[in-house]
């Protein structure tokens, strides 16, 4: 019998220790960049190549995640990395982006990919589709059920890993796009606000109504085991090392035991999982169904066990001198809902707790004081040295102290901490004392040895053929118009698009069929945009209603998931005419090597993700056919995609967050979504962007019931591309928000020219109605400026060691270089090379100027400095040549953050706004 892998995570060296000291198989981690669990301490390149070496001495393995979307200007950076870890040699690299597929395949043949669960595969096509582009493992997608997973098993021989035990999404694995929107801390970014816990209100309640609990399938290892997956995944790499070591400690015991006596081995492998002081936990969707326990709105976003909340706070001053605070914590109530905690048995003199597990102990709040030591409050006792996590009770934010003293009290019990604190602050148990536990360090003491570091190499620009004629034949020029219910159809006739486009799941398929007859819109007409979520369940359904609208004369599809791309590769209509296929904005081609993938997968148009932001769009313009572009200008984006009804759980539609940001909760049988009551609209960009040769555009009506007066109102708008008051621009304006430590080398400043808080940037407005701030008027209100921020400076660069030295540059620019589009700085000569970082403590390095320009499009000329001095631009080749001015990406006083963009001599500068 196969062997399973148990696979554990390592945020941490401690935490690495800890996994494989408890007998994981394999871990998984990230390094400082790429990955999608940025705030995690994550590994630095010595210690990975440390890792790398002790794991394989111990026969274990070690994956590595690179498994966050990238925008065109970090690809040097991503071919860097790939090239680097290549040279290390883990056992395998855990990717989402199709860029990054496309860079490691055409580059680096020898990494062992591993699909990410960002990237959405939940069925043995997908699983499939990404075999053949030299994939080895997949990671399923957490909503399946144990019947579709075995389905998927036996359709694939992918390796196929499985969560079993951490936090859930409420969302559909990559498919949340709620955290973009709030501020541009992308999911796919590795920056998630978890915006699935924050508190939320209706009109007559409140509560934490997307709030999922943690996933535990010990009690299923056996059965996931027999459905013949390869590796059970634990979710957890924020954690820290004493929830690793318990969790993988319980499933290795499962995994070892089971065969001899299941029910002995669950009891065992479950009380041991009681140390993990996460939040509740749920089976999730594993049997079929999703279980009443899998969102409790009770549960706010801290984990841990809830002891109460903080109801008075005293000041004090200890006799060392010693300043603090004292938190009087009043207990739970038994009708809270909550479990009664670890149920603790007693106190030792020394303050250590003792647990009973399974037999938990009641509050005695009155009791005599423990010596000092420890106080029982809800079930659990409490001794200086546990740690307790604070949930703010505005829930806008959370903390975790340490207990410095404990003393009981009639009402409940005082903590001694050092921290801020309020009243009515939820106050959780996250770690005991006698948990700490520590494991043999696995990374060694020295690590001079380990001493590999990225090149400086450059990562070949993709450049992608116009659509053939025949494609651009069957998608004419002009709007179309999405829509997410059949009868939505008949409204567009008020206002006839370019081409109906429409939602293609199973409530709308089975009204097709029962109205074919009299569809507005079909065949040549209608384009069907599939689903972006694909389970193993679907499979059969989606392949078979596929077979019978394409034999009736449908062609034109949206793909947005990649098992779509593979059941559609290829195929001819009734009378040999070919399929024409339009990567949708699921697919998340941020990049330009992401529209390469899909286009040489038969893809002719792209449609560019909904949280792509102007810059970003500009730059995969650059290497894109304007012809080939569909961008989405209007639209109710999806924010959660739930595969669950949660009209029988709530009887609300409309909601709203702390800042008063309202939403909708659609249930649409299957699944859930839910979207802003404030439409994302760019309508009055599309006379610039016809400019500049994009000549098809999106109005995305799926995410609402679309009433006549709206439609030909935003038709109207998008017609004269005028502003639609009222509305929100979501990352078009200011792209993805980066916190400024991701920078390296000289590039300081921030990725975006203007930060949502105002701490960077002029003063600009979102535009129209730009702000995510519903108001009065318009859609759904008026937005407002942003905050004036001040462009800061780049960062020094290294300082000692020898000088990096500067490059000659080199021409690369041709006489007849096209003109630039978009407005975008033209592109000089040679590449200039970059600044020395000096020896000693001089890090001033001034960058050299840039090379001379070459042709009219030619490239290079940019000029940086890994210092502190102030970067220079290359000459200009011709006119509306990229030429880099004073504010390149390096150090100087018109950096990133700064101000407008200027091109060097010769050079057109930022010749058009697009914001």
């Given amino acids: 019998m196969a062997t399973v892998e148990l696979l554990a995570p390592a945020g941490n060296p401690e935490a690495l220790a800890a996994a494989l000291g408890e007998g994981a198989d394999a871990v998984y981690l990230g390094l400082k960049t790429f990955n999608a669990r940025i705030r995690s301490s994550n590994f630095a390149f010595n210690q990975f190549e440390a890792t790398v070496e002790a794991a394989h001495k111990l026969s274990r393995k070690v994956y590595v995640t690179v498994n966050t979307v990238f925008v065109e200007r970090e690809a040097d950076r991503l071919y860097q990395l790939l090239q680097y870890i290549e040279r290390v040699g883990p056992d395998g690299v855990i990717v989402q982006d199709l860029g990054t597929v496309k860079i490691a395949r055409d580059h680096f043949p020898g990494l062992r990919l591993h699909a990410s669960t960002q990237m959405n595969v939940g069925s043995a096509a997908g699983a499939n589709f990404l075999s053949r582009h030299g994939f080895k493992r997949v990671v399923l997608s957490r909503e399946l059920s144990l019947e579709e997973i075995r389905k998927a098993r036996e359709g694939t021989n992918m390796e196929l890993e499985v969560f079993v035990h951490g936090?859930?999404?409420?969302?559909?694995?990559?498919?949340?796009l709620f955290s973009s929107y709030l501020g541009g801390k992308s999911a796919n970014r590795g920056l998630c606000a978890q915006a699935c816990r924050r508190l939320y209100s209706t009109d007559e309640t409140s509560g934490f109504y997307f709030s999922p609990a943690d996933l535990e399938l010990v009690s299923r290892v056996p059965d996931l085991v027999e459905a013949g997956v390869s590796s059970l995944k634990i979710e957890g790499r924020l954690k820290s090392q004493e929830y690793v070591g318990a969790v993988v400690a319980a499933y290795r015991y499962m995994l070892d035991n089971w065969r001899m006596d299941r029910e002995r081995a669950l009891l065992k492998?479950?009380?041991?999982?009681?140390?993990?002081?996460?939040?509740?936990?749920?089976?999730?969707?594993?049997?079929?169904?999703?279980?009443?326990?899998?969102?409790?709105?009770e549960q706010a976003g801290g984990t841990g066990i809830k002891l109460g909340r903080v109801k008075e706070v005293r000041a004090f001053e200890g006799e060392d001198g010693e300043k603090g605070q004292w938190?009087?914590?009043?207990p739970r109530h038994a009708d809270d809902g909550q479990p009664e905690g670890i149920g603790v048995a007693g106190v030792d003199e020394g303050g250590g707790s003792e647990a009973a597990f399974g037999a938990p102990v009641l509050a005695s709040f009155g009791a005599p004081a423990l010596a000092g030591f420890g106080a029982r409050v809800g079930g659990a006792v409490i001794t200086e040295g546990d740690s307790i996590r604070i949930h703010r009770a505005d829930d806008s934010g959370r903390l975790t102290l340490k207990v410095k003293d404990v003393r009981e009290n009639p009402r409940g019990v005082y903590l001694r901490l050092e921290g801020d604190f309020r009243v009515g602050d939820e106050v959780y148990l996250v770690q005991t004392r006698s948990m700490g536990k520590r494991w043999k360090p696995v990374l060694p003491k020295e690590l001079g040895k380990y001493h590999k570091f990225p090149s400086r190499d450059e990562v070949e620009r993709p450049r992608l053929s116009k659509p053939p004629k025949e494609a651009l034949a069957a998608l004419g020029e002009g709007l179309y118009a999405l829509v997410g219910r059949v009868g939505d159809l008949h409204v567009l006739l008020s206002d006839r698009p370019e081409k109906a486009m429409l939602l293609f799941n199973r409530k709308n398929s089975e009204l097709m069929h029962r109205h074919e007859k009299e569809l507005p819109f079909r065949r040549e007409s209608l384009v069907l945009w599939l689903d972006p979520y694909f389970p193993e369940g679907d499979s059969a359904w989606l392949e078979g209603e596929l077979d019978y609208w394409i034999s009736k004369g449908q062609t034109l599809f949206v793909a947005n998931n990649v098992?779509?791309?593979?059941?559609?590769?290829?195929?001819?209509?009734?009378k040999g005419e070919a399929v024409s296929v339009v990567a949708g904005p699921w697919l998340y081609a941020f990049n330009p090597w992401a529209a390469a993938f899909v286009a040489d997968e038969g893809a002719n148009f792209l449609v560019p993700p909904y949280e792509i932001g102007k810059q970003d769009?500009?730059?995969v313009a650059e290497s894109l056919p304007a012809q080939a572009f569909m961008p989405i200008v209007f639209a109710y984006p999806s924010l959660f995609r739930i595969r669950a009804d949660l009209a029988s759980r709530y009887d609300f539609k409309t909601f709203s967050d702390r800042d008063g940001s309202s939403y909708e909760l659609h249930s649409g049988g299957d699944y859930s979504f839910v979207t802003p009551e404030t439409a994302f609209s760019i309508v009055d960009r599309i006379p610039f962007l016809r400019k500049e040769g994009v000549s098809r555009f999106i109005l995305d009506f799926s995410g609402i019931e679309l009433q006549k007066s709206t439609y030909r109102q935003v038709m109207k708008a998008a017609v004269e591309g005028r502003v639609l008051e009222g509305t929100s621009r979501f990352n078009w304006k200011d792209g993805f928000w980066r916190p400024p430590e991701e920078g390296f080398g000289g590039d300081g400043g921030a990725e975006r020219p203007q930060a949502r808080d105002g701490r960077r940037g002029p003063p600009t407005s979102v535009g129209e109605g730009g702000s995510r701030s519903p108001a009065s008027g318009g859609f759904h209100g008026k937005g407002r400026d942003d905050t004036p921020g001040k462009g800061r400076d780049g960062a020094p660069g290294r300082a000692g060691g020898e000088s990096f030295g500067g490059r000659p540059g080199v021409p690369q620019g041709g006489p007849e270089g096209r003109r630039s589009r978009f407005g975008a700085n033209g592109r000089s000569g040679g590449h200039g090379g970059s600044g020395g970082a000096g020896k000693g403590t001089d890090h001033s390095g001034r960058g050299p100027r840039g090379g001379s320009g070459g042709g009219r499009d030619s490239r290079g000329g940019v000029a940086s400095s890994h210092g502190g001095g102030r970067p220079r631009g290359g000459s200009g080749g011709g006119p509306n040549t990229r030429g880099?001015?004073?504010?390149?990406?390096g150090s100087g006083p018109n950096t990133r953050g700064g101000g407008r963009p200027r091109g060097g001599p010769g050079g057109y500068g930022a010749a058009r706004e697009m914001d």
């Fill in 167 to 176: 936090a859930l999404c409420v969302s559909a694995s990559g498919l949340c």
């Fill in 269 to 297: 492998a479950q009380s041991m999982l009681q140390a993990d002081f996460a939040r509740s936990k749920t089976l999730f969707n594993i049997d079929g169904s999703f279980p009443a326990d899998f969102i409790n709105p």
């Fill in 327 to 330: 938190a009087l914590v009043m």
């Fill in 563 to 574: 098992a779509h791309l593979g059941l559609l590769r290829g195929r001819k209509g009734p």
């Fill in 617 to 619: 769009f500009q730059r």
């Fill in 884 to 889: 880099s001015g004073p504010s390149t990406r």
